[in-house]
C-alpha cells in the first residue's frame, strides 16, 4: 500500500497523539471498569476519563459536555436526531425538511419516516450546490418539526449557510438539525454563537478512530427526543448501553488536537488543493463541482461564515469524454474515490452530483480528492501529474479519428451517460470474412478488455463474425460481471453495425 492517500473526507488515518491514547486507555487502570459502576475505584476513573473526553469534543463545537450524546458515529447520531425527534414530536405534526444532496444517513432515516406516513419537503440545491435560505423558508409548515442539513457535503464539499438557516428555523419555532461529520476540525462551528438543536460528530473524520460519534443535543429539544433503543438508561436515557471507554478517550483527543489545529489545518489543506488544482491548470475537459471555484480560505470566526464556501481541502472534478472506472483504474498511484464510497458498489452515478445539475455523463467521471494532514504540496503536484496522465491514455483509446492502416468501415453503440461508448472499425475479405478489427472506445475496464481480446482474436488471422462468439461467451471469458452485460451489448451492437456497413459497401461496389 504505498498510494498516495487522497481519501480523508472518506477517513482519516489514527494521528499519533490519538494512538497513545487508545492503548493507554485499553492497558490503564481504568480499563477494566465499567463507567456506569461507579461503586468502585475502577468504574468511576473510566467514568472520569470519558468526562474528560466529553468537555474536549464539546468544546470543539461551543456546546457544554452535558449537551453530547455518544453514539456509534454519524450515522447513528444522524438517525437518532431524525427518527429520535420525529416519533417525539409526532402528535405535533408529521412534516420534515431535508435536501436531495444529503449523506445517506440522513435521506434513508427521512425516506423510512416518509413510508410511515411522514412528508418530507426535498429540497433542490442550486447549481453550486448550495441550499438557498428562502427555499427553506418557503417549505416551513405549520406542522413541521425538523429542518435537517449538512453543513459541508462528504462529495463536493458545498458549505450549507447553515448560520442564517439556523436563525430563520428558530424565529419560526422549528428545530434544527446539522450533519458536520464532515466540517467539525476544519470550518467554524459554534453551537453557542447559532440555534442548531442537534449536531452530529464522527471520529474517524477528524483522525479518531472509526465507530464512536457524538450527538449535540441542545437542552431545549432534549424533551422531545425519544431513544431508539432501550437498556440501561446511559447518556441520561438517549443512547443506553455501555460507554466504549478507550474510544471515547480516543475520540477526547481527536477533538482536542482538531480544535487547536484548525486554523493551521485548514491552510494547509487549501494549499495542497491550490496546489493540485495549478498542476492541473490547461488539462481541457476538467470541471470542478464546487461553490467557490474551490480553495476558499476558511474563515477565522462564524462571522466569516458567508465567506466560507467551500470545506478546505476537497477538490471534485469531472473530466469529460471518459468512463470514470477505467479513470480510477489507470490510478493505482492515488487512493481516492470517485463520488461517494458508499455508491461506489452501485456504479450509479453520484446522486449528489446529479441533484446538483451535474450531467450524468460527467458525474460517472468524478473523482474526489480529499486531501489530509500527512499530504505534502510534492503529493499534491504527483496526484495531478498521475490524473493528467491517465486521462491522456483513456483519451487515446477514444481517439476521434480513424485508426491508421485504413480505409475503414464503422459502426458505433452507446454513450458514456449509458457507461460505454464504442466505436468499431473493420475491413472484411472478398468472402465477408473479418480481415481487420479495431475498437475505439471509452468505457470500464471490463469492456476495454473484451474489445482487446476480439481485436486480438481478427490479428491472428482472418475469421467469421460469427466466431468471434456472443456477448454471454465474452463475459464468461473475460470475468465480466452480469451487471456489465448491457456494455458488451454494446460492443455487439457496433461490432455488427460496422460489418453491415461494411457488407453494403462491398454490394454497392459489386451490383453495378
Ligand atoms: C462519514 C459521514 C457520515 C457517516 O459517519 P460514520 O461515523 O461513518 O457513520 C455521515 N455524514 C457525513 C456528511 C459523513 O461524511
Same mark, same amino acid.
Given at each position: 500500500?504505498?498510494?498516495?492517500?487522497?481519501?480523508?473526507?472518506?477517513?482519516?488515518? /489514527?494521528?499519533? @497523539? +490519538?494512538?497513545?491514547? !487508545? %492503548?493507554?486507555? &485499553?492497558? =490503564?487502570?481504568?480499563?477494566? $471498569?465499567n463507567p456506569s459502576a461507579i461503586t468502585h475505584a475502577y468504574g468511576r476513573a473510566a467514568a472520569a476519563q470519558i468526562e474528560h473526553a466529553r468537555e474536549r469534543i464539546a468544546a470543539l463545537i461551543g456546546a457544554t459536555a452535558r449537551e453530547l450524546v455518544f453514539t456509534s458515529g454519524a450515522t447513528e447520531s444522524d438517525n437518532l436526531a431524525i427518527l429520535g425527534l420525529a416519533r417525539g414530536r409526532e402528535s405535533f405534526g408529521r412534516h420534515l425538511v431535508s435536501a436531495r444532496t444529503e449523506h445517506k444517513a440522513v435521506l434513508d432515516a427521512c425516506k423510512a419516516l416518509a413510508k410511515r406516513g411522514f412528508e418530507i419537503t426535498w429540497?433542490?440545491? %442550486? *447549481?453550486? $450546490? *448550495?441550499? /438557498?435560505?428562502e427555499? +427553506?423558508?418557503?417549505? /416551513?409548515r405549520p406542522t413541521t418539526q425538523l429542518v435537517s442539513l449538512m453543513h459541508a457535503n462528504n462529495e463536493t464539499g458545498v458549505v450549507q449557510p447553515i448560520g442564517a438557516i439556523a436563525e430563520l428555523c428558530r424565529a419560526q419555532g422549528v428545530f434544527f438539525h446539522v450533519d458536520a461529520a464532515q466540517s467539525a476540525g476544519k470550518l467554524p462551528l459554534d453551537v453557542g454563537a447559532m440555534p442548531i438543536d442537534l449536531l452530529s460528530l464522527s471520529a474517524h473524520k477528524m483522525y479518531g478512530p472509526k465507530g464512536i460519534g457524538a450527538l449535540y443535543v441542545s437542552e431545549r429539544v432534549r424533551p422531545w427526543i425519544e431513544p431508539l433503543m432501550w437498556g $440501561? =438508561? @446511559?447518556?441520561r436515557g438517549l443512547r443506553p448501553g455501555t460507554l466504549p471507554t478507550h474510544q471515547i478517550v480516543a475520540f477526547g483527543v481527536a477533538a482536542e488536537l482538531a480544535r487547536h489545529r484548525r486554523l493551521e489545518d485548514s491552510r494547509h489543506f487549501d494549499g495542497l488543493a491550490r496546489r493540485f488544482k495549478q498542476s492541473l491548470e490547461g488539462l481541457p475537459g476538467c470541471r470542478y463541482n464546487d461553490a467557490a471555484g474551490g480553495g476558499a480560505a476558511a474563515g477565522d470566526s462564524a462571522a466569516g461564515e458567508a465567506a466560507v464556501r467551500h470545506l478546505p481541502g476537497l +477538490?471534485? /472534478?469531472?473530466?469529460e469524454g471518459v468512463e470514470g472506472e477505467s479513470l480510477l483504474a489507470e490510478l493505482p498511484q492515488l487512493a481516492l474515490s470517485s463520488g461517494a464510497a458508499c455508491d461506489s458498489a452501485t456504479g450509479e452515478p453520484s446522486y449528489v452530483l446529479r441533484a446538483q445539475g451535474v450531467p450524468r455523463e460527467l458525474a460517472q467521471s468524478t473523482l474526489r480528492v480529499s486531501f489530509g494532514r500527512g499530504n505534502t504540496l510534492e503529493e499534491a503536484e504527483a496526484a495531478a501529474r498521475y490524473i493528467r496522465a491517465a486521462v491522456g491514455r483513456l483519451r487515446d483509446e477514444d481517439d476521434a479519428g480513424e485508426p491508421p492502416g485504413g480505409p475503414w468501415l464503422q459502426g458505433s453503440a452507446g454513450s458514456l451517460a449509458e457507461g460505454a461508448r464504442i466505436r468499431c472499425f473493420v475491413r472484411l475479405t472478398a468472402d465477408g *470474412?473479418?480481415?481487420? !478489427? %479495431?475498437? *475505439? &472506445?471509452?468505457?470500464c475496464p471490463h469492456t476495454r478488455m473484451v474489445a482487446r481480446r476480439l481485436e486480438a482474436r481478427v490479428a491472428a488471422g482472418p475469421c467469421a463474425v460469427t466466431e468471434l462468439g456472443q456477448p454471454a461467451e465474452w463475459a464468461v471469458d473475460a470475468a465480466v460481471p452480469i451487471t456489465k452485460l448491457g456494455r458488451l451489448l454494446a460492443v455487439e451492437d457496433a461490432l455488427r453495425r460496422a460489418v453491415d456497413s461494411a457488407a453494403a459497401a462491398r454490394s454497392r461496389t459489386i451490383e453495378p
Open positions: 500500500m504505498n498510494a498516495i492517500y487522497l481519501d480523508h473526507a472518506a477517513s482519516t488515518p /489514527l494521528d499519533p @497523539q +490519538v494512538i497513545a491514547a !487508545l %492503548q493507554a486507555a &485499553l492497558t =490503564g487502570e481504568a480499563a477494566a $471498569g429540497l433542490e440545491p %442550486q *447549481r453550486d $450546490g *448550495r441550499i /438557498l435560505p427555499h +427553506v423558508a418557503a417549505a /416551513l $440501561g =438508561g @446511559q447518556e +477538490v471534485s /472534478l469531472s473530466l *470474412r473479418l480481415a481487420a !478489427l %479495431q475498437f *475505439r &472506445l471509452a468505457a
